[in-house]
């Protein structure tokens, strides 16, 4: 399912406003989105959207719902996921229901995340790949 979609090209900088600072947009829990949606900046998402996301870092918020694909340098899930993620980095929030195949640098999954798909972390150590759903119940 990644044969296509590697995270080596998202080591490139990433464009700057004009006080040096990165650009962010916020989209609110009444925005509904049918298509994709890129940004080379930050991206605070708490909408729906069906269609991918591509950003320079993505938090999705609690509110929010993605059906798609993910690519970014990092990505925060507090929302609801289903598609794929391809990151530097990852942090799955306490509050997220996730349906997707991961796969990043870095996997931070904090108890009480729903994750259901197929994960693979590659950096230090060497790669691994976990087939699991991992779910915590209170």
Same mark, same amino acid.
């Given at each position: 399912?990644?044969? !296509?979609?590697?995270?080596?090209?998202?080591? =490139?900088?990433?464009?700057?406003?004009?006080?040096? *600072? !990165? /650009?962010?947009?916020? &989209?609110? @829990?009444?925005?509904?989105?049918?298509? @994709?949606?890129?940004?080379?900046?930050? %991206? *605070?998402?708490?909408?729906?959207?069906?269609?991918?996301?591509?950003?320079?870092?993505?938090? &999705?918020?609690?509110?929010? /719902? %993605?059906?798609?694909?993910?690519?970014?340098?990092?990505?925060?899930? *507090?929302? +609801? &996921?289903?598609?794929? #993620?391809?990151?530097?980095? %990852? $942090? #799955? !929030?306490?509050?997220?229901? $996730?349906?997707?195949?991961? =796969?990043? @640098?870095? &996997?931070?999954?904090?108890?009480?995340?729903?994750?259901?798909? +197929?994960?693979?972390?590659?950096?230090n150590p060497p790669k691994t790949t976990l087939r699991a759903r991992i779910s915590s119940q209170t």
């Amino acid at each position: 399912m990644f044969s !296509k979609t590697t995270t080596d090209n998202l080591q =490139k900088p990433t464009t700057q406003g004009t006080s040096g *600072e !990165k /650009r962010r947009s916020v &989209l609110h @829990d009444d925005i509904l989105i049918k298509g @994709d949606w890129t940004s080379d900046g930050i %991206v *605070e998402f708490g909408g729906k959207i069906i269609g991918d996301i591509t950003a320079d870092v993505l938090v &999705l918020t609690s509110d929010g /719902r %993605v059906t798609g694909n993910v690519r970014a340098r990092n990505v925060t899930i *507090e929302g +609801h &996921l289903e598609g794929t #993620v391809a990151a530097i980095s %990852v $942090v #799955v !929030k306490t509050t997220a229901k $996730v349906m997707a195949d991961i =796969k990043a @640098d870095q &996997l931070s999954i904090e108890s009480g995340a729903e994750i259901q798909g +197929h994960i693979q972390v590659a950096g230090n150590p060497p790669k691994t790949t976990l087939r699991a759903r991992i779910s915590s119940q209170t």
